[in-house]
């Protein structure tokens, strides 16, 4: 069955400093998402992208936040001065009709 | 504020207990109900969901979930459970003409062999 898939699993970084995360979503699919979940809490919309632009955003979703489909398969996450609340899981979901989600990736920014 | 409420964060039981999750939402209109879980160390795995047509809507793993408009409810339940149950449920909800997922959250179910 085919997987949404993510890199890294686990990124440590110092704050103020730039991270990609990296999701491969499934091929045919053609609705690309980034959610995140802040250790305790639920996890909330960052932005969605279809045909090479975004077409939905949440508040949380500010100008040090980017995504980006480089080629056909990856789709990323980019934070540019991450932040010490900037620590969570980012999960990355495809869809055609349902959403599926990869594993995600635990960021923590100290 | 509009939201997806699941009141129990954490329900503890017995192996073949029955399990009943509370979701309760507040958004108006035709909406797309989605229970997911997590698996210790694992990602989110849709276990079922509800867009449309009969109510009661059975999913993988023995899990069904009933969508009740009138109570804006959308409930997951397992007659009886197993030890391989134990994982983080979370209720979520797509809005008429939103494009993103809304959700709970979330419960986190222990059940003891």
């Known amino acids: 069955e085919p997987e949404v898939t993510q890199t890294p699993s686990h990124q440590v970084t110092q704050m103020g400093q730039e991270v990609i995360l990296r999701c491969v979503p499934i091929s045919n699919h053609l609705y690309f998402y980034w959610y995140r979940q802040i250790l305790g809490q639920k996890v909330e919309f960052l932005v969605s992208f279809y045909n090479n632009e975004i077409s939905e955003k949440s508040e949380i979703f500010d100008d040090q936040f980017s995504v980006e489909r480089p080629d056909g398969s990856n789709f990323t996450l980019k934070i540019r001065s991450t932040k010490l609340e900037d620590s969570a899981m980012y999960f990355c979901a495809s869809r055609q009709e349902t959403q599926y989600f990869g594993p995600g990736t635990r960021l923590l920014v100290l | 504020a509009q939201s997806v409420s699941q009141h129990n964060h954490h329900v503890i039981l017995s192996e073949a207990a029955s399990l009943e999750l509370g979701c309760n939402y507040s958004?108006?209109?035709?909406?797309?109900l989605f229970w997911y879980v997590q698996y210790p160390g694992q990602h989110l795995q849709l276990l079922l969901k509800?867009?449309?047509?009969?109510?009661l809507v059975k999913g993988i793993k023995g899990f069904e979930a009933e969508f009740i408009k009138s109570k804006f409810s959308f409930n997951l339940r397992k007659p009886s459970v197993q030890w391989s149950d134990t994982a983080e449920y979370f209720c979520a909800v797509k809005r008429p003409g939103a494009n993103n997922l809304f959700f709970g959250t979330g419960t986190r179910l222990t059940v003891i062999p």
């Open positions: 958004y108006g209109g035709t909406v797309n």
């Open positions: 509800y867009f449309s047509g009969d109510p």
